[in-house]
């Protein structure tokens, strides 16, 4: 168990919808790191947020949208899903956003888009 | 165009055979990491390799950082068939404060 947590572990929508993933870090961690993971892309970073800040940004469509709130709990909406946003979603936080980011990922959440 | 190349993406082995698993990049890392997945869970940290050169050892496994800090190797001694995993490496931060998770390396041990 790496202390950190995700919900809900399933999701079943339907294209054009919108859905909420949430995640909670280990205590004590700052960051927040959301990936996603597909078979043809593999792990892909998203975002992070350090803090309650963004602090980074990768392959994140516009239709994505995360946060981090001031409890350290964050949270992924996606929105308009298309069938291809069908994908496991990781959660992983870490100690603090310097240098040397050894990451613990959630159980992820497998979002399928019908 | 994926900034850190894992070979080989398959490896089938026998039960106590020795492995190598290469991760490349032509960019320069302050870090590397290694990760071991299981199907339908999330990447577990197994090392960290931030020293050019550096190598460390987890038992049965050994990890190396090239000297350039482009590259990075894992060797597995005498596999298990818990051993059997997905193999990432990652790096980062790097422009724009971005991660890279590698390709991968999909690993069996064959009892």
């Known amino acids: 168990d790496s202390g950190v947590t995700q919900t809900p572990k399933h999701l079943i929508t339907a294209t054009g919808q919108r859905v909420t993933l949430r995640c909670s870090p280990r205590?004590?961690?700052?960051?927040v790191y959301w990936y996603q993971q597909s078979l043809d892309q593999g792990l892909q970073f998203l975002i992070q947020?350090?803090?309650?800040?963004?602090?980074a940004k990768g392959n994140i469509l516009e239709r994505f949208s995360a946060q981090q709130f001031p409890d350290l709990h964050s949270e992924l909406n996606l929105s308009s899903l298309e069938l291809g946003d069908s994908a496991l979603y990781f959660c992983?936080?870490?100690?603090?956003?310097?240098?040397?980011?050894?990451?613990?990922f959630g159980p992820g959440t497998r979002l399928t888009v019908l | 165009t994926q900034l850190l190349e894992q070979s080989p993406q398959f490896l089938s082995i026998q039960e106590g055979e020795n492995l190598t698993v290469y991760c490349n990049s032509s960019?320069?890392?302050?870090?590397l990491q290694w990760y071991r997945q299981e199907p339908g869970e999330g990447p577990v940290l197994l090392v960290t390799?931030?020293?050019?050169?550096e190598v460390k050892k987890l038992k049965r496994l050994t990890f190396q950082f090239g000297d350039a800090r482009k590259d990075s190797s894992l060797h597995i001694t005498a596999a298990q068939p818990g051993d059997t995993g997905l193999y990432l490496c990652?790096?980062?931060?790097?422009?724009?404060?971005?991660?890279?998770f590698g390709t991968g390396t999909s690993l069996t041990v064959i009892p």
């Open positions: 960019s320069v890392f302050s870090s």
């Open positions: 947020y350090y803090n309650g800040e963004e602090r």
């Open positions: 205590s004590g961690d700052l960051s």
């Open positions: 990652a790096g980062g931060p790097h422009t724009g404060n971005q991660f890279y």
């Open positions: 390799v931030v020293t050019g050169g």
């Open positions: 992983a936080s870490s100690a603090s956003g310097a240098e040397v980011n050894e990451q613990f």
